[in-house]
């Protein structure tokens, strides 16, 4: 009986766990790390108010808040001074790494210093001005508490930590510090419900920045890769290559450019129907993606069943070989039908090679048209081949 409770606890917790990685962090965990630093980020200027604000209470506040409400100058002055000090420091401090979202970790740490000292110091007001017979209400400074944690701007993880601490502080503070008061527990609740409500609005601030997020990076997605085959897209196949060669003159390296085409592929869609069509396209691209053995290969879907392949750091002989292996591999695709039944289709591709040695400057236009041309080549030549030209800044050599 009490393992089968264990074992429903067990699939409870994990319930909750998978409804939060799905449902509330919504992004994937190698992307989880920039959107904390975009967060953090957009959180700069919030963070700022309430820096600058805590930098100029602290210091004004032991003789303003006796002068507007009347608080007894004693309470401050049986503060430690330590608090006073902490409080001022990490403010400081804080004000010089709010903006340094890049060092993540550090900044967390150093404005939860600054909050959890506020803290401290907002209690011990409490509990001073209560053992002289002043009456501060727990409303004020759990207000004040929960006002700086939410300009903080943190993530999940570490609000849960920070609020945690809050209500901890507050009800030891009440229970064990604070002069005997006959609606200590009633300040409690009411505490209690002004940090509960300011936790569940953090998370809903991260909640909907986090859906933006999503929506935002499955927008450029869709605006740089090809649904299909999650090829680059021709914008972006462009826009890479550009910054590549910037990158290979610089270095003076050699590159390749290739551009492929399924043959006869009409045929195909006609003969065996759209569906199949797709799945050719898919499985070729897929043979394309495997050449991309580094971050600085790029392979793109140019549209339809034209496809091209941008390779750095290949030269001319390196460039043939592997293209070479490709067609290959294309000409022994297995493929099957809707139905998972095999199907009797040879498939091969037809391809035109632009290859810069090392020193040479070349556009991005200068190897789209001479792969482009050779392509045309590889075509008008019987198709089901490699054709590919050495360029040489206005001079050529082709071969087929």
Same mark, same amino acid.
């Given at each position: 009986?009490?393992?089968?409770? @264990?074992?429903?606890?067990?699939? %409870? ?10 449902? +509330?962090?919504?992004? !994937? &965990? ?8 975009? *967060? ?8 700022? $108010? ?5 930098? /100029? ?11 507007? #409400? ?15 000090? =902490?409080?001022?420091? *990490? ?8 903006? =340094? ?20 110091? /907002? =209690?011990?007001?409490?509990?001073? %001005?209560?053992?002289?017979? +002043?009456?501060? &209400? ?9 006002? #700086? ?12 930590? #920070? ?9 030891? %503070? ?14 409690? *609740? ?6 509960? $409500? ?16 999503? !929506?935002?990076?499955? /927008? ?10 999650? =090829?680059?897209?021709?914008?972006? #196949?462009?826009?890479? $290559? ?15 450019? @290739? ?5 006869? +592929? ?11 069509? !797709? ?9 394309i993606r495997l050449l991309c053995r580094r971050s600085t290969d790029v392979a793109a879907r140019l549209g339809g069943e034209e496809y091209a392949l941008f390779l750095y750091g290949a030269d001319a002989s390196d460039a043939q070989r592997m293209l070479g292996e490709l067609l290959q591999r294309i000409r022994v695709l297995r493929l099957h039908d809707p139905a998972g039944q095999p ?18 400057? @070349? ?27 050495? +360029? ?5 050599? @082709?071969?087929?």
């Open positions: 009986m009490q393992l089968s409770k @264990a074992w429903t606890g067990l699939d %409870a917790w994990s319930g909750v766990r998978t409804w939060y990685r799905n449902h +509330f962090l919504q992004i !994937d &965990p190698d992307q989880e790390t920039r959107f904390q630093r975009s *967060f953090l980020h957009a959180g700069r200027g919030r963070r700022m $108010v309430g820096i600058v604000l805590l930098i /100029l209470i602290v210091p004004t506040a032991p003789w303003v808040v006796p002068a507007v #409400f009347q608080v007894p100058r004693p309470a401050f002055e049986s503060i430690p001074s330590l608090l006073w000090w =902490m409080t001022l420091g *990490f403010s400081l401090l804080s004000l010089g790494v709010n903006w =340094m979202t890049q060092l993540r970790l550090r900044l967390i740490a150093v404005i939860s210093a600054m909050n959890l000292s506020a803290i401290a110091y /907002l =209690m011990a007001l409490r509990v001073t %001005a209560s053992h002289i017979g +002043f009456d501060i &209400p727990i409303t004020v400074p759990a207000t004040v508490i929960v006002g #700086f944690g939410a300009l903080a701007g943190l993530t999940a993880r570490y609000n849960v930590v #920070f609020y945690l601490l809050v209500t901890s502080s507050i009800i030891l %503070a009440e229970l064990c510090l604070v002069a005997p008061q006959p609606s200590v527990m009633i300040d409690i *609740f009411a505490a209690l419900m002004i940090c509960l $409500v300011s936790f569940v609005g953090a998370l809903a601030v991260e909640h909907a920045a986090r859906s933006a997020w999503k !929506d935002t990076s499955d /927008l450029a997605y869709r605006a740089n890769y090809d649904d299909l085959t999650g =090829m680059a897209s021709r914008a972006y #196949f462009r826009e890479q $290559v550009e910054a590549l060669l910037q990158v290979a003159r610089r270095e003076e390296r050699p590159v390749a450019l @290739a551009i492929l085409d399924i043959d006869y +592929f009409k045929s195909v869609n006609d003969q065996y129907g759209h569906v199949v069509g !797709d799945e050719v396209i898919r499985s070729v691209g897929e043979e199907i009797d289709l040879r498939v091969t591709t037809s391809c035109g090679m632009s290859s810069v040695p090392p020193g040479v400057t @070349a556009t991005r236009n200068d190897l789209l048209l001479t792969a482009d041309r050779q392509l045309y080549i590889a075509k008008q030549s019987g198709r089901d081949r490699l054709c590919w030209e050495l +360029f040489r800044g206005g001079a050529a050599e @082709a071969d087929a």
